[in-house]
């Protein structure tokens, strides 16, 4: 069974502050993939990111960042400098290798940035 | 990059009746699409499997009389709710796989159901 885990449910944070939204995953599979999905009020799903098992590099990609430890199972996602616009749900995801294309989503984390 | 549509992207209706909602793959063939469904403040939890030219694999929980899924093309499966109730009202977002690994699949940008 696959199992991810956000722990938390909202963070309220001021803009310019920094905000690390944090994924724990469970799979028995070795080869595996994880994803974060933003989730505007329109609703429409945006990917952020993938990340197979066996690349544990940290991503950057402009205010985003990504801490990947398969030794503790987490993929954190870190936004630097938020801003208003970065208000959202937050999907973590895993997707294990015997699954085929299922995708398990984490609990969301409602973010909202304050002006 | 792949683009999946979704239609209609809102619906309402009564009670009792059916509601086929439409996901497609614009720009590339999809052996294989999933549906999804997301209730208010809740994650998305999976439906079903859809497999071009087969059956649609559901998930446990999942009633597959009451959520007919048919992917009859390499660019469409639909899914049916029928004999709706309030409870079914929700949001229902499809996937579309290209390729194999869920690395490439793309989300449609959702249908949300009221029935009254």
């Known amino acids: 069974a696959q199992k991810v885990t956000q722990a938390q449910t909202e963070i309220s944070v001021v803009e310019k502050e920094d905000v690390t939204l944090d994924c724990v995953y469970e799979?028995?599979?070795?080869?595996?993939?994880l994803f974060w999905y933003k989730q505007p009020p329109s609703g429409e799903l945006v990917f952020l990111i993938r990340?197979?098992?066996?690349?544990?590099q940290n991503e950057i990609s402009g205010r985003y960042s990504w801490n990947f430890q398969k030794s503790t199972s987490s993929f954190n996602f870190t936004i630097t400098a938020s801003q208003v616009v970065d208000s959202a749900v937050y999907f973590c995801?895993?997707?294990?290798?015997?699954?085929?294309?299922?995708?398990?989503f984490g609990q969301g984390t409602i973010l909202t940035v304050h002006p | 990059g792949a683009v999946v549509s979704q239609h209609p992207s809102w619906v309402i209706c009564k009670s009792g009746t059916s509601v086929k909602i439409e996901c497609r793959s614009l720009?590339?063939?999809?052996?294989?699409m999933f549906w999804y469904r997301q209730f208010p403040k809740q994650s998305l939890m999976l439906m079903a499997t859809?497999?071009?030219?087969?059956?649609?694999?559901?998930e446990q929980g999942v009633e597959k009389d009451k959520f007919l899924i048919n992917h009859a093309s390499l660019t469409l499966s639909t899914l049916t709710v029928t004999s709706a109730h309030p409870e079914d009202s929700s949001f229902y977002i499809c996937?579309?796989?290209?390729?194999?690994?869920?690395?490439?699949?793309?989300f449609g940008p959702g249908t949300r159901l009221t029935v009254t």
């Open positions: 996937s579309a796989l290209r390729g194999l690994g869920a690395y490439e699949q793309y």
């Open positions: 859809s497999n071009e030219g087969s059956k649609a694999t559901y």
């Open positions: 990340r197979n098992s066996f690349d544990e």
């Open positions: 995801a895993l997707n294990g290798g015997t699954s085929y294309g299922k995708l398990t």
């Open positions: 799979t028995r599979d070795t080869t595996y993939y």
């Open positions: 720009d590339f063939q999809a052996t294989t």
